[in-house]
């Protein structure tokens, strides 16, 4: 169950380069070998680092330490979900056959929890973009959402990675959709 | 009285040095380096450089190391069952080692080979031989499962294998108990070996892109001991060559019996011509009995398929097919190096190395330069085919890989060392001590076109002294050695499995990125698969009930059952419903006289259960799964036979009703 969590890299180094760079505008030329050394040392911990993180840390920094973790948004491929106001049918139905194989076996289509949350009123409780983030995304947002974590001290089991496509997210959320616009 | 003190330090001194040096142990500590522990040590959490993949020897299994580390990665069940992973106890997965004696369960996997491209490992596939009941098995690399095996007929004592040709056009296998063909009557009396029994080679030809397997032919040879091989590579590429020991054609007490003569043989097979034969039709039909038998990843199934013909070319008819090279003293090893241009031949009784020429042998049978014949086929004389012999190497050598830098390794067994020596100019180079009695040996690419040539490890048949003590019993000991530098260099002992004899090492990146994570569910096409919890149910045909079920972190879909009966077999066809990496669930019964199942991401497998008494039976977990692992159990009711407890099962919700709620 490896992670190995490129992306916080690669902020940490644009970081670093950023820091660098304020600091030669603040001290001048001077002490911008010091400020690159100190970078290449940084630099050259962090990549140790991410290269020994082969197990899911549990490492629950929160909002406030990581600045840039959208909680409305969630981490991964999706933004900016423009929800329709109609509901697909052709996409739910796809997004049933997901459910079946994929989600049923720990969610509800009420509001009761069984091992996960029940899934009634999901569409409310989050964003598109949050819900297609989290399923296809599963271990870097547990790792770092607030709600996400919540939820785990709830349920005491990491919501498994079942490897949801792109296109099987948005059918499950189409399908999720469906299920909160019956009455 | 100054100058007499100083004087009696150094003396005491003196004496002590010169102690500590007599007193020495005989043992490695004074061979190991200073920096051997930094030389081995992969820090936790990363990566190995390459995979060893070593046989199991008469475990049946094949184990795959990290090296430098000698971390102990996989066993890969091949010829044996395997409890842990319900290998040869799922009903998936019986038909694997199903044989024309029907079902075995164990076997003796000698020899260790990765599929070539090339000349050089392209990653694809490991194949192992068994030695006992002959079979030839094919492990995939990306799921480090074995896909298939094939059983060979004509043959006893399948030893001369896996070996294979440098574009993995076959693998081949040579019968080491020579016997009389399956198609002859084999109730004759013993000792009319020289007449009667005969030593088959199989040519397996290998699909290049699945890696289906097949016998293409079988070459009838002479009732010898075909002990080893190795493809003709490079310029050689198209021939085989094979130690033949025991050329007496004794049937008993062979360890006299079999080493009379001063010479054996090495056979050179012309694989290339064995096909012109069988193209013009010249392979005799022949009526045999083998099975085949191959997993498909997709069903998550093995079937066996009976075979009932083989095609035969007959070594004693057909000419330009075989020759001997005569070889001095029972030939073990018959080795290849890199640029195919030298076979080296170790007689385990000889005291010379000879190296032979493939030029040399191609001028040889060119000139017709024979000193006679055995059984209609050349032997060539010695001088002829001869490059040279490396002289004094030690005693009883065995096997030879080599490295990068146009250098052999030999493996001794009676000397219990490894020597080092130049291929072209035969000088022995370097002498490196083995703890104890190193058999077979393996340079990282050693038997391929470009060796690697940074380590060798020595397989070592005795371990005594090496760790702490278990019993009379002790795991055999592998040794590493850091060959990069004039000498070798002993850097780590690890334990192994079973008895190691040939192994392989392939750099990681090879191997790494290929490795399945999971299987796809929406892929998988098994007969009994449960795709989702709403799908699984459980059915009575008469006296057998399936059971339709799903696991998932952390409960099984369903965990109550009731309505069994005495007398009915049970069978549990448990899907993985997790589409994620390392996550595989166990499966076990109480009672079940069966093992558990191991069923990965994606997967169904099965377990049959018969049960012996009536009550009720907990099922459960086996493999931690997540926090709640331990909660994932449940319970199946027996009934006894002629009772009239519905058949029913449910999940959450109590099926019957309990009587309260009625």
New interface residues.
């Given amino acids: 169950m490896a992670i190995y969590d490129w992306t916080h890299k690669i902020k940490n180094v644009a970081m670093l380069i950023l820091c660098n760079h304020l600091f030669i505008k603040q001290f001048g030329m001077k002490k911008t070998f010091f400020t690159l050394f100190t970078l290449i040392i940084l630099y050259a911990c962090g990549n140790q680092n991410s290269h020994s993180s082969t197990t899911p840390d549990n490492n629950t920094s929160t909002t406030a330490e990581n600045p840039s973790y959208d909680p409305q948004r969630g981490e991964g491929k999706f933004s900016n979900i423009q929800v329709p106001a109609t509901i697909d049918e052709k996409l739910v139905a796809e997004g049933n056959k997901v459910f079946t194989v994929k989600c049923s076996a720990c969610h509800k289509l009420t509001e009761e929890k069984l091992v996960g949350p029940g899934w009634k009123g999901v569409t409310g409780r989050h964003k598109a973009e949050w819900i297609m983030n989290f399923v296809t995304n599963t271990d870097a947002m547990i790792n770092k959402d607030p709600k996400v974590q919540a939820q785990l001290e709830i349920c005491l089991v990491r919501m498994p990675n079942q490897n949801i496509s792109d296109d099987e997210a948005k059918n499950v959320y189409e399908f999720m959709r469906k299920n909160d616009s019956k009455k | 009285m100054k100058i007499h003190n100083i004087n009696k330090h150094l003396l005491v001194a003196f004496t002590l040095f010169a102690t500590f040096t007599s007193c020495k142990p005989k043992n490695s500590s004074d061979t190991i380096s200073s920096d051997a522990a930094s030389k081995v040590y992969v820090?936790?959490?990363?990566y190995d450089e390459f995979y060893n993949f070593v046989s199991g020897g008469f475990s049946g299994q094949l184990s795959t190391y990290g090296l430098p580390s000698g971390r102990l990665l996989k066993v890969i069940p091949v010829f044996s069952v395997d409890p842990e992973k319900g290998y040869g106890y799922s009903e998936e997965t019986k038909p694997m080692l199903n044989t024309s004696h029907g079902f075995i369960p164990w076997d003796d996997l000698h020899h260790v080979q990765l599929s070539k491209t090339n000349g050089d490992y392209d990653g694809k596939w490991v194949f192992g031989n068994a030695n006992n009941t002959p079979r030839v098995a094919r492990i995939d690399l990306k799921t480090f499962r074995t896909a298939e095996i094939i059983e060979l007929p004509n043959s006893a004592g399948n030893h001369s294998s896996p070996f294979i040709t440098e574009n993995t056009e076959y693998v081949v296998a040579g019968t080491r108990f020579s016997v009389p063909p399956d198609n002859t009557i084999g109730d004759i009396p013993i000792n009319t070996y020289k007449k009667n029994f005969k030593g088959t080679l199989s040519f397996i030809s290998v699909k290049k892109d699945d890696g289906d397997m097949k016998i293409a032919f079988q070459i009838q040879c002479p009732g010898f001991n075909f002990d080893l091989s190795r493809a003709g590579k490079g310029v050689s590429h198209g021939w085989f060559f094979f130690s033949c020991y025991n050329t007496e054609q004794a049937n008993t007490l062979l360890e006299v019996n079999a080493s009379q003569k001063d010479k054996d043989f090495i056979l050179a097979v012309n694989w290339k011509k064995a096909e012109e034969y069988l193209k013009a039709g010249k392979g005799k039909k022949q009526s045999v009995r083998y099975a085949h038998n191959k997993y498909s990843e997709k069903t998550h199934t093995a079937t066996s398929e009976m075979m009932n013909e083989v095609i035969v070319l007959d070594s004693k008819e057909l000419k330009d097919l075989c020759y001997f090279i005569p070889c001095p003293k029972s030939p073990h090893g018959c080795d290849v190096s890199p640029t195919g241009e030298y076979i080296v031949g170790s007689g385990k009784l000889a005291a010379v190395i000879p190296v032979f020429g493939y030029e040399k042998m191609l001028k040889a049978i060119q000139a017709k330069d024979y000193i006679g014949e055995f059984e209609g086929i050349p032997v060539l004389k010695y001088e002829s085919v001869l490059y040279g012999e490396v002289k004094k190497p030690g005693l009883g050598p065995l096997h030879t890989e080599f490295d990068n830098k146009g250098n052999a390794y030999t493996s001794f067994f009676v000397s219990s060392e490894v020597v080092k020596w130049n291929i072209k100019d035969l000088k022995v180079l370097d002498r490196a001590p083995t703890y104890y009695s190193v058999g077979h040996l393996c340079v990282a690419g050693g038997d391929s076109k470009n060796p690697n040539g940074k380590y060798l490890v020595a397989y070592n048949k005795i371990t005594k002294d090496r760790y702490l003590p278990t019993g009379p019993e002790l795991s055999q000991s592998a040794q590493l050695y850091d060959i990069s530098g004039d000498k070798m260099k002993l850097i780590l002992d690890f334990p192994t499995i079973g008895e190691p004899h040939y192994a392989q090492i392939a750099p990681a990146d090879l191997i790494k990125n290929n490795s399945t994570k999971?299987f796809?569910?929406?892929e998988n096409t098994n007969k009994y698969v449960s795709?989702?919890?709403?799908?699984t149910k459980v059915v009575r045909n008469g006296k057998e009930v399936h059971v339709y079920m799903?696991a998932?972190?952390?409960?099984f879909?369903p965990d109550n059952i009731e309505g069994i009966k005495m007398g009915d077999d049970v069978y549990f066809h448990v899907t993985n419903?997790?589409?994620?990496?390392?996550?595989p669930h166990g499966f076990g019964i109480k009672g079940a006289a069966n093992a558990e199942l191991l069923i990965m991401p994606g997967e169904t497998q099965t377990l049959k259960w018969t049960p012996d008494r009536v009550g009720i039976v907990p099922i459960y977990c086996t493999d931690f799964c997540?926090?709640?692992h331990q909660e994932m159990q449940g319970y199946v009711r027996v009934s006894p036979a002629g009772s009239n407890v519905p058949l029913t099962f449910s999940l959450?919700t109590n099926i019957p009703k309990p009587d309260a709620e009625k």
């Avoid at chain 2, 795709?531 to 799908?535: D, F, I, P, V």
């Avoid at chain 2, 419903?577 to 996550?583: A, G, R």
């Fill in positions: 820090a936790p959490g990363h999971f796809k569910i929406d795709k989702g919890e709403s799908n799903t998932i972190r952390s409960h879909s419903l997790e589409q994620d990496w390392d996550v997540s926090a709640l959450g």
